[in-house]
């Protein structure tokens, strides 16, 4: 079974970073999404195994960014600038897409106050 290992949420200033980590096993698409209180989950980001492509959801480009360390087979998320609707569960994925993923971490909590 495909297991997903997520660090790194946390509380943190308007305006703050923080950094996410997921360990999963398997060559596959990896990626990110969240889920706002009360809120549906939306897509985040997503980086290619093979190509090391990426795609950001228009409300975090320029703020966040996903990268890969295929040999310890990790994916992390960077953000930057946190604003107060970056609050979410932020969920590790693998077999992502825009709009899917296969597999689902049990998702970290990332608070952002004002």
């Known amino acids: 079974q495909v297991q997903l290992v997520e660090s790194g949420g946390g509380l943190v200033q308007a305006g703050g970073s923080l950094r996410l980590s997921c360990a999963a096993s398997g060559r596959y698409a990896m990626g990110w999404f969240r889920q706002p209180p009360g809120k549906e989950r939306e897509f985040v980001a997503r980086i290619s195994w093979a190509g090391g492509l990426t795609s950001y959801a228009d409300s975090v480009k320029g703020r966040f960014t996903i990268s890969r360390d295929n040999g310890k087979n990790t994916v992390y998320l960077q953000m930057n600038s946190l604003k107060p609707e970056d609050t979410a569960v932020y969920y590790c994925?693998?077999?992502?897409?825009?709009?899917?993923?296969?597999?689902w971490g049990q998702g970290t909590q990332v608070t952002v106050s004002s």
């Open positions: 994925t693998v077999g992502t897409t825009t709009t899917r993923a296969d597999y």
